[in-house]
Antibody, heavy 120, light 111 residues
Framework: QVQLVESGGGSVKSGGSLRLSCAVSGFTFSDYYMSWIRQAPGKGLEWVSHINNGGSNTYYADSVKGRFTISRDNAKNSLYLQMNSLRAEDTAVYYC?????????????WGQGTLVTVSS | QSVLTQPPSVSAAPGQKVTISCSGSSSNIGNNYVSWYQQLPGAAPKLLIYDTNKRPSGIPDRFSGSKSGTSATLGIIGLQTGDEADYYCATWDNSLSVLRVFGGGTKLTVL
């Protein structure tokens, strides 16, 4: 079955860095675009970034552009999010999700999330 | 401030029906398909509706989706206490600066 497992979250001081990982199994990873989506405590979902299946095209929300870098290793079935210059407002649970398309985009599979806490 | 606008909360009694609206614009809902997600407390979101009105396997037909113009609607009939959760709409946005957007979420309370 499809599984996505995030890791790498934790507590970090403002200005610091973290690298999140998402290990996937149960599908051909290299066939799918992948996304990072976050949820601040008590808040709604926010798309952060996505990457095409080959890793050559990346897209970012304005709130993280220039600070976060999404990447993937198809040989390792893994997705990454390098987060630099972290701010308090980046505190959130970060989910990786598989991009699915039929007529439109949707997210059928999500990881369990990993919590990132940024303190000042 | 979310690009897609949802009511913060809705409520209804068990067995009744409820609708949750999601309002956008021509750059998102007006020209794209909508998906809906259910998030139980402490859990990851779960896909309920894709392509505006299609249900994945395993999602009961008590859940339905529709769209008119720049607004989408999630409908739930035969409410159960287990439906108490947060619900989010999502779609693609064609504007230059925003690619994928979510609604702010709606808390459903089953009284």
């Amino acid at each position: 079955q499809v599984q996505l497992v995030e890791s790498g979250g934790g507590s970090v001081k403002s200005g610091g860095s973290l690298r999140l990982s998402c290990a996937v199994s149960g599908f051909t990873f290299s066939d799918y675009y992948m996304s990072w989506i976050r949820q601040a405590p008590g808040k709604g979902l926010e798309w952060v970034s996505h990457i095409n299946n080959g890793g050559s095209n990346t897209y970012y929300a304005d709130s993280v552009k220039g600070r976060f870098t999404i990447s993937r290793d198809n040989a390792k079935n893994s997705l990454y999010l390098q987060m630099n210059s972290l701010r308090a407002e980046d505190t959130a649970v970060y989910y990786c999700a598989r991009d699915d398309f039929r007529s439109g985009l949707f997210y059928a599979y999500w990881g369990q999330g990993t919590l990132v806490t940024v303190s000042s | 401030q979310s690009v897609l606008t949802q009511p913060p909360s809705v409520s209804a009694a068990p067995g009744q029906k409820v609708t949750i609206s999601c309002s956008g614009s021509s750059s998102n809902i007006g020209n794209n398909y909508v998906s809906w997600y259910q998030q139980l407390p402490g859990a990851a979101p779960k896909l309920l509706i894709y392509d505006t009105n299609k249900r994945p396997s395993g999602i009961p037909d008590r859940f339905s989706g529709s769209k008119s113009g720049t607004s989408a609607t999630l409908g739930i009939i035969g409410l159960q206490t287990g439906d108490e959760a947060d619900y989010y709409c999502a779609t693609w946005d064609n504007s230059l600066s925003v690619l994928r957007v979510f609604g702010g979420g709606t808390k459903l309370t089953v009284l």
